[in-house]
C-alpha cells in the first residue's frame, strides 16, 4: 500500500464487490482530491476503467483490488484511510482524509502550486460572497500569473482596481518571485469598449 493512504480489509472487500458488478474487465477504482490543500478541498473515489487513469498516477495492487492515486493529490492524502463500515442499511464506505484541507505548500513547492494555493485559501473565501472566484490560467515563461476573474467580477469596471490591485499586491507579498499577474480578459485592452 502507498504508505499515503490505508484501505481497510472491509473498504476492498466492498469496492472489489462493487468493482465485479461493473463487469468490466480490469477495472479499477482512482482516488483524487478536488482543489486539494484549500477548505474546499472534497476527497473523491471513482471507478477506473482501463485506460482512464492519468499516466501519472500512483498504482497500487492490492490483494482483491486496484487502486490509482492521481500524483497532485498524493501529499494530501498522507494518513488518509478508507473505512467501510457495515450496518443493517448496508453499510458506508467513508473517506477520512485528514489533511486533504491543509497546504502542503512550501517555498520549494512549485510557484503554480504556491499562487493556487493563495488564490484558494485567502483570496477566493474573500470573493465568494459576491459570487467571484479567480483562477489561475497559466504562468508565463516571465513568471506572470495569467489569472481568470469569474463569477460575479466579470466584465466590471471596477475589477481593474479593487480586485486586480489587491489580488496582486496579496500575491506579489506572499510570493515575491512573482514578476506580476495578468488577467486573461485582459481589461486594458479598451478597443471594443463604448464610451
Avoid: W
Amino acid at each position: 500500500m502507498s504508505e499515503n493512504i490505508q484501505i481497510t480489509d472491509s473498504a476492498q472487500d466492498y469496492l472489489a464487490e462493487l468493482l465485479s458488478k461493473q463487469n468490466v474487465e480490469g477495472i479499477a477504482v482512482r482516488i483524487f482530491i478536488t482543489q486539494p490543500g484549500t477548505p474546499y478541498a472534497e476527497t473523491c473515489l471513482a471507478y477506473c476503467r482501463p485506460g482512464e487513469e492519468e499516466p501519472s498516477d500512483e498504482k497500487v495492487a492490492l490483494e482483491k483490488i486496484t487502486v490509482y492515486l492521481d500524483k497532485n493529490s498524493l501529499p494530501f492524502l498522507e494518513e488518509a484511510v478508507v473505512d467501510f463500515n457495515a450496518d443493517r442499511m448496508g453499510g458506508q464506505l467513508t473517506i477520512k482524509a485528514p489533511n486533504a484541507k491543509m497546504p502542503k505548500v512550501n517555498a520549494d513547492s512549485p510557484l503554480e502550486d504556491r499562487v493556487n494555493y493563495i488564490l484558494y485559501s485567502e483570496i477566493n473565501p474573500g470573493l465568494a460572497a459576491h459570487g467571484g472566484e479567480i483562477r489561475l490560467i497559466q504562468l508565463t515563461e516571465e513568471d506572470i500569473a495569467v489569472l481568470q476573474f469569474g463569477g460575479g467580477c466579470q466584465g466590471c469596471a471596477a475589477v481593474d482596481l479593487t480586485l486586480k490591485d489587491g489580488v496582486e499586491k496579496t500575491l506579489l507579498e506572499r510570493i515575491p518571485e512573482l514578476a506580476g499577474i495578468r488577467d486573461v480578459t485582459d481589461h486594458t485592452d479598451t478597443t471594443n469598449a463604448y464610451y
